[in-house]
């Protein structure tokens, strides 16, 4: 999957490419992940796009 930048929070990925913001909550709380952040102080969630996709593609099932 592509997302249009590189750093994006939860509520930009569910808008702009409609992912569920439960799944993305899922995604973050992934022990040992290391595609989800908070920035210092903050309360919502932001993604490094790149490693959010292989991490998808590591959770797909086929």
Same mark, same amino acid.
């Given at each position: 999957?592509? @997302?249009? &930048?590189? /750093?994006?929070?939860?509520? *930009? /990925?569910? $808008? *702009?490419?409609?992912?569920?913001?439960? !799944?993305?909550? %899922?995604?973050?709380? =992934?022990?040992? %992940? +290391?595609?989800?952040?908070? &920035?210092?102080?903050?309360?919502? @969630?932001?993604? $490094?796009?790149?490693?959010?996709? &292989? %991490?998808? *593609? +590591? !959770?797909? =099932? &086929?």
């Amino acid at each position: 999957m592509t @997302f249009p &930048r590189k /750093i994006m929070s939860t509520k *930009e /990925i569910h $808008d *702009e490419c409609g992912l569920s913001e439960k !799944y993305l909550r %899922q995604m973050a709380h =992934v022990p040992g %992940q +290391k595609c989800a952040f908070r &920035r210092p102080g903050g309360r919502k @969630f932001f993604f $490094d796009t790149d490693k959010l996709a &292989r %991490q998808m *593609e +590591k !959770y797909a =099932v &086929r």
